[in-house]
């Protein structure tokens, strides 16, 4: 297996630190739990993917993100606990854009095969994915939890859309499926699978693209074997 790369460099944009809570001030509001939150999540996420899993203390996103250690632990008990929540709330604003192309899809079932190959293979070029994914894999024997949270909340989510799918078009199509996630996996395996041997960067999207959509050709053209 190809050795994974180190990370790329990633900048993010830091949100505007919520303001520290003042004393006396009573409990905060749900809005502003959140808030502080999101803003601890988007710092540490920053300074995970620029510096690395090992080289960021709590104490540092507890200072960035301008709340005390007490509140940073109150949320996240280990540094482990904070990279989960990074790991989670990164999928869901990347599912979150993936899925503004949704409209675009229509019933049949090898344009939706080919609009989820591309909307992987897009995704495998975004250099915070790159990042991240690089990140999980240089700690996964350590942290295995980490590595499946990754794949709990990237992998599995993905294989059961396109799954669903598969599910849907059998009984629209009136042709029998064995195993829809099973096909669903060959599709997401295939495409993760190719991007991680070859270790592609940016410059390569077409060539990840042509493979995508190489292996709905053949998963198609298999559908008796579904």
Known sequence: MTKPASAPKVV?????????????????????????????????????????????????????????????????????????????????????????????????????????????????QQPDVLALQRLVLSIRVRFPDIARTMHDVGYDYIVDLIGRDIAAASQRDARPVRDARGVARLIVAGVTGFQLQEDFGTSQLTELHQFAQRLVDVVVAGREAW
Do not use: C
């Open 12 to 124: 993010t944009k830091i949100p505007r630190p919520a303001e520290p809570a003042k004393p006396g001030r009573g409990r905060p509001s749900a809005a502003r739990v959140q808030a502080i939150d999101r803003t601890i999540v988007a710092i540490a996420r920053r300074m995970f993917l620029d510096e690395g899993f090992d080289a960021v203390a709590m104490e540092q996103v507890a200072a960035l993100a301008q709340v005390s250690k007490g509140t940073l632990y109150a949320r996240y008990a280990s540094k482990e606990a904070l990279f989960t929540a990074v790991i989670e709330a990164s999928v869901r604003e990347w599912s979150d854009e993936a899925a503004r192309h949704d409209d675009e899809l229509t019933d049949d079932i090898e344009q939706r095969l080919r609009h989820h190959a591309r909307t992987i293979a897009n995704s495998l």
